[in-house]
């Protein structure tokens, strides 16, 4: 016959131990660990994005028609009429173009500002 050992002498994380006396297994020291990581992830990736999108969004609010644009593709282009969701830019001599509001990545250069020369 085959003597069994029992499994706690095998395994010795499957030994039932009671918790310190007092002690109810909650540790508040994670709480602060886990609350100081949100608040680094809040400060170093979502805070800036939104920053970052309302400058965009009040750029484009303020754009008009004779302001030159860079748009997404890298086309350079002047606003030739503004309309509720998208922009008529001219990009060459007999050359329009309808683009997407979300299209454009700069004010290269204001109406009736001239560029700066260095």
């Known amino acids: 016959m085959i003597k069994m050992l029992p499994l706690t002498t095998i395994l ?8 310190a006396s007092g002690g109810s297994g909650f540790n508040p020291t994670i709480l602060l660990f886990y609350g100081l990581i ?20 009040k750029m484009i ?24 969701d998208r922009l008529v830019v001219r990009i060459g001599d007999n050359t329009k173009v309808e683009v997407e509001k979300a299209f454009i990545h ?10 700066d020369k260095k």
């Open 12 to 19: 010795p994380f499957a030994q039932q131990t009671a918790p």
């Open 38 to 57: 949100m608040a680094a992830m809040w400060f170093l990736l979502i805070a800036p994005q939104r920053k970052k999108q309302k400058e965009q969004q």
């Open 61 to 84: 609010s303020s754009l008009s028609a004779g302001d030159e644009v860079l748009l997404a593709g890298g086309i350079y282009g002047e606003i030739t009429s503004v309309r509720p």
């Open 106 to 115: 700069t004010v290269v250069n204001k109406s009736g500002q001239t560029a």
